[in-house]
């Protein structure tokens, strides 16, 4: 069965022109986009998205940052797509991940890595609905 993920191309990705390159890479591994758009996050959504780091001392750096730009928000459909897109994005930190990856290849450390995906199928189903309202998913 198909499961969504979500996807935030991040400041970085939208900055240096690569977001069509990225997305190529999910579409090329069969994966569909059932949503898709450009938004700029507020200290509110960042705050509830990252609440899991909001207390660290780092989390206003990542604030700062995830707010600095427009990000490209999609909702991704496949078959275990949750893992899928993990294993072509790399590790979290781009300095660690494996060659042929997506943060390997355009990314360039712990923060600024290109996209932040969904860690489990929980999350994605969360995070779909902070980002997204039903109507503006589509079904294929």
Same mark, same amino acid.
């Given at each position: 069965m198909a499961q969504r993920t979500l996807i935030l191309l991040k400041p970085d990705a939208v900055m240096k022109g690569i977001c069509g390159k990225v997305i190529a890479r999910f579409e090329d591994a069969g994966l569909t986009i059932c949503g898709c758009k450009m938004i700029r996050l507020d200290a509110a959504i960042l705050r509830e998205h990252y609440a899991?780091?909001?207390? #660290? =001392? /780092?989390? =206003? +750096?990542?604030e700062k940052f995830m707010s600095s730009y427009p990000v490209i928000a999609m909702v991704i459909e496949g078959e275990k797509v949750v893992e899928r897109v993990r294993d072509m994005l790399g590790v979290t930190d781009s300095r660690k991940a494996a060659p042929g990856t997506i943060r390997a290849e355009y990314g360039k450390d712990q923060m600024v890595n290109v996209a932040h995906a969904s860690d489990s199928? %929980?999350?994605? +189903? #969360? %995070?779909? #609905?902070? /980002? /997204? #309202? +039903?109507?503006e998913l589509f079904n294929y």
């Open positions: 899991h780091i909001a207390d #660290k =001392p /780092f989390y =206003p +750096e990542v199928a %929980e999350s994605a +189903e #969360k %995070e779909v #609905k902070r /980002f /997204f #309202k +039903e109507n």
